[in-house]
């Protein structure tokens, strides 16, 4: 059974929609990590988190806000998305920044 | 700063063979730990291995060993006996602790592999 969760795995928006991505891990992992990964940037870190309640701010920040209501769930919000934020989104969890484990990806179209 | 460096964008073998991918890090840290991922056609991330810096023992997984050179600050990852489905993107990464108090990973560029019958 997958350990790191993620859903919608593809979800389409248009230029100025609200969008949440979701992130369940059942690693007991106190940190997870949101990224985004684009063709010839490799995986950049847009937000992460030590536990429920914390969050910590990563390289990519600009248009995301993201919200850890418990130690399994970590969400990423696009409040106003735009056609930049066009990617491919992963979550990871980790037990104290060691090896992190990927969820299976979403991919978010912004038209 | 930390830094990653996978200077090897993409690297073809013949099945059955070995081949070596290079990484090379920058760090300020005593002790440090490596790691390398997968990511294949689908888009999925796999961990593969780790290694430890205080750790003078190569790690090795099943058909994954790592060739660690401390004083050249390199961490290669070694593929014995290649296999079709071992073609996929390979990402090398250190843990980086963040002025924020927390743990982050820095990863490299990557670097494809393709293995061919």
């Known amino acids: 059974e997958a350990a790191v969760t993620q859903s919608p795995r593809n979800k389409v928006t248009v230029t100025g929609g609200n969008v949440t991505l979701s992130c369940r891990q059942t690693?007991?992992?106190?940190?997870m990590y949101w990224y985004r990964q684009d063709t010839g940037h490799g995986l950049r870190l847009i937000h992460y988190s030590y536990g429920a309640g914390n969050l910590q701010i990563g390289d990519v920040p600009d248009g995301y806000k993201a919200t850890r209501t418990t130690q399994e769930d970590f969400f990423l919000l696009l409040e106003l998305a735009s056609p930049s934020q066009t990617s491919l989104y992963f979550c990871?969890?980790?037990?104290?920044?060691?090896?992190?484990?990927f969820g299976p990806g979403t991919r978010l179209t912004v038209l | 700063a930390q830094k990653v460096t996978q200077t090897q964008t993409s690297i073809s073998v013949v099945e059955k063979t070995t081949v070596t991918m290079d990484c090379v890090y920058e760090?300020?840290?005593?002790?440090?730990?490596l790691f390398w991922y997968k990511q294949t056609a689908s888009g999925e991330i796999v961990f593969l291995i780790r290694q430890d810096s205080y750790k003078k023992e190569n790690a090795t997984v099943g058909h994954y060993s790592l060739n660690f050179q401390k004083p050249k600050s390199s961490i290669g990852l070694i593929i014995t006996a290649t296999q079709i489905e071992d073609s996929a993107v390979y990402f090398c990464?250190?843990?980086?602790?963040?002025?924020?108090?927390?743990?982050?990973?820095?990863f490299g560029s990557g670097t494809q592999l393709t293995v061919m019958p």
């Open positions: 690693n007991s992992h106190n940190y």
């Open positions: 990871a969890s980790s037990e104290r920044g060691n090896e992190q484990y």
């Open positions: 990464a250190m843990r980086d602790f963040a002025s924020s108090g927390s743990w982050q990973l820095i």
């Open positions: 760090t300020r840290d005593s002790s440090y730990f």
